[in-house]
């Protein structure tokens, strides 16, 4: 099996695993807006991971197995936190798990981003 097909494949499971997840915590909400914002917020690490899977074709053997190994440990992170199987503190509320779970991911792509580009010069 060709490792970008199983790790897009990864990613798409992740990204539906999440939303379902997050639908079900925010069942009560009334607010279409919010819930369209939590929904392109728990998402967009899948689609930049995605997108990177799929761009990755040309780049270094390092940059791109990095780039499977992040989506693999990013959603199997996402969904065990989402799904409770990762608690988070007492007393949360919540959709902060669904607001610091992104979040976590978008700095990890930052650091990793950055520490690239620093042995690309």
């Known amino acids: 099996?060709?490792?970008?097909?199983?790790?897009?494949?990864?990613?798409v499971a992740g990204a539906i695993c999440s939303l379902a997840l997050m639908?079900?915590?925010?069942?009560?909400?009334?607010?279409?807006?919010?819930?369209?914002?939590?929904?392109?917020?728990?998402?967009?690490?899948?689609?930049?991971?995605?997108?990177?899977?799929?761009v990755s074709k040309a780049w270094p053997a390092?940059?791109?197995?990095?780039?499977?190994?992040?989506?693999?440990f990013v959603t199997l992170l996402s969904v065990a936190m989402y799904g409770g199987v990762i608690p988070m503190p007492p007393g949360s509320r919540p959709a902060a798990v669904f607001l610091l779970v992104p979040l976590l991911s978008w700095i990890l792509f930052a650091v990793l981003a950055g520490v690239f580009r620093l042995r690309s010069r």
């Not at 099996?1 to 990613?11: D, H, K, S, T, Y």
């Open 1 to 11: 099996m060709n490792p970008r097909f199983a790790v897009l494949a990864v990613n």
């Open 23 to 54: 639908l079900r915590a925010g069942s009560r909400q009334q607010s279409i807006v919010l819930i369209a914002l939590f929904t392109g917020w728990v998402l967009s690490p899948f689609v930049v991971l995605g997108w990177a899977a799929i």
């Open 62 to 72: 390092p940059a791109r197995t990095t780039v499977h190994t992040m989506t693999v």
